[in-house]
């Protein structure tokens, strides 16, 4: 069992930035591969970012050069740093465990007004 704990989302303005923030905790590995997805009302979940236990990244078309994922030190922690943020990226963001079997974040409500 994985447990993933989110923090970091909120309201912005568009054109600012927010971090977010997950912590995992379990039986999680540093070689497990983590990411973000993201769902907006009415819409389908889209991938935001992963990083892989090697470091390597891979971003949805949508984010590119303007989110950035990162691992923290003890590597069961992964942050995104999201800047230059649209209105069109309003949506609950989920942390995802990655493995034998996926553990999902409860997710955290990201708004960019306008």
């Known amino acids: 069992q994985v447990q993933l704990v989110e923090s970091g989302g909120g309201l912005v303005q568009a054109g600012g930035s927010l971090r977010l923030s997950c912590a995992a905790s379990?039986?999680?590995?540093?070689?497990?591969?983590m990411g973000w997805y993201r769902q907006a009302p009415g819409k389908q979940r889209e991938l935001v970012a992963v990083?892989?236990?090697?470091?390597?990244?891979h971003y949805g078309d949508s984010v590119k050069g303007r989110f950035t994922i990162s691992r923290g030190n003890a590597k069961n922690t992964v942050f995104l740093q999201m800047n230059s943020l649209k209105p069109e990226d309003t949506a609950v963001y989920y942390c995802?465990?990655?493995?034998?079997?996926?553990?999902w974040g409860q997710g955290t409500q990201v708004t960019v007004s306008s």
């Open positions: 990083i892989t236990g090697g470091g390597s990244t």
């Open positions: 379990g039986s999680t590995l540093s070689i497990n591969d």
């Open positions: 995802v465990h990655f493995g034998p079997f996926d553990y």
